[in-house]
């Protein structure tokens, strides 16, 4: 599973389409969702420790970032270039509500698979493996939803003014995350 937030250390990355770098973002996230399911499945006593470490920090680190790009970034540009009769904003507010609530529940997870990725034992196995299972699940819904419907609609509608804008703001954000 490559990290986003390991790729954002890089220094003097030649510019690029920040629609693209969501875009990975989002398979990324899609390979996070598989390594928890793996993990679900391995509970209670096949854990890969490495594998829980590594999610447990795309789940702390890169997926906080990646809404706050979309949050931040992407959507209130995708506002601005929307009609209201296509009903974008509260499409666009749905999202924002759903990371919110993943943010708070990746962060329960990412607690609990830390202690599995120091080789600890979870305290109730079928317990994380429920979490896991609805995070995932609900997950890889979202990112579908966005990859129909987001991602489409800003390459037909973001100038190359709004894509540089974007960029820009993806690159503060990851400047501010250190």
Known sequence: MRSEHAVSEKPSAPARNPLDMIASAHAVQVEMCDAMERIADSLPDEVDRRLCAQVASCLQFDLPLHHHDEEEGLFPLLRRRASPEEGLDKILERLAAEHSFDNDFASEIAE???????????GNPEMLGYMLRGFFERYRRHVHWENQLVMPLARLRLTQDDLDALLARMNENRRQAG
Request: no cysteine; charged share 20%; net charge neutral.
């Open 112 to 122: 609990a698979l830390e202690t599995l990725g120091q080789g600890g034992r979870p």
